[in-house]
């Protein structure tokens, strides 16, 4: 059986390096290449797509919000592919839901590796980002990475409806996810819920 892979990547030549990497493996098959952020969504709605692997660095959205997005309304396997280190994304994209971390400055082999522990269900973080990550203190709240797409989406100022329309869910389920982050952040209410996250560094 082959996994539909969709890149997204606005450098030609990670484009073409996937594409020659996943040709000679018979389970993964490129089914499309997009190089900006925009039109992702409509592509994992329209094709049957396994795997995302996606650029943190976009140039028309942040590859963040890619994420949350697709995750959010989809729960998609998505492994992000990243040029530069900023560890407080990195930390921020797990958190979110991404199934891997891989450096562009990595062997190839460790996508490979990457893609096949994210659709067993495991996490897949590279060696060299692993370590990096380990000097990071861990956050002491735990959110389900819906609940971290939403909080992303509050930052940024969004409505309920807003965030419904962007996760493709019903506006209560909403409501009862920002009611557990006010629990979960121990706020008394939605306007706090940022200010404490960010105390936390969760964002």
């Known amino acids: 059986m082959k996994h539909n892979i969709l890149i997204v990547d606005d450098h030609r030549i990670t484009q ?9 493996l018979d389970r993964y098959a490129i089914v499309g290449a997009l190089d900006c952020g925009a ?3 409509a592509f994992v709605q329209s094709q049957p797509v396994d795997l995302v692997i996606l650029d943190l660095n976009l140039p028309d959205v942040r590859g963040i919000n890619v994420l949350a997005e697709i995750v959010g309304s989809r729960d998609m396997t998505v492994i992000i592919l990243t040029g530069e280190t900023h560890l407080n994304e990195i930390q921020s994209v797990l958190k979110l839901g991404a199934r891997a971390v891989v450096s562009k400055s990595d062997p190839l082999d460790h996508i490979v590796a990457a893609c096949d522990a994210a659709l067993a269900g495991e ?6 980002i692993s370590e990096a990550l380990g000097k990071l203190q861990q956050p002491p709240v735990a959110l389900s990475s819906r609940q971290m797409a939403i909080l992303h989406y509050l930052a940024q100022g969004e409505t309920n409806k807003e965030i419904a329309y962007r996760l493709a869910i019903a506006p209560p389920t909403v409501s009862f996810h920002i009611a557990e982050l006010r629990r979960k ?3 008394p209410h939605n306007r706090k819920i940022v200010e404490r996250a960010n105390e936390l560094n969760l964002l």
């Open 16 to 24: 073409s390096g996937l594409r020659f990497l996943f040709a000679s």
């Open 39 to 41: 039109a992702v969504n």
């Open 123 to 128: 996490i897949y973080i590279s060696p060299h």
């Open 185 to 187: 952040l121990d706020v």
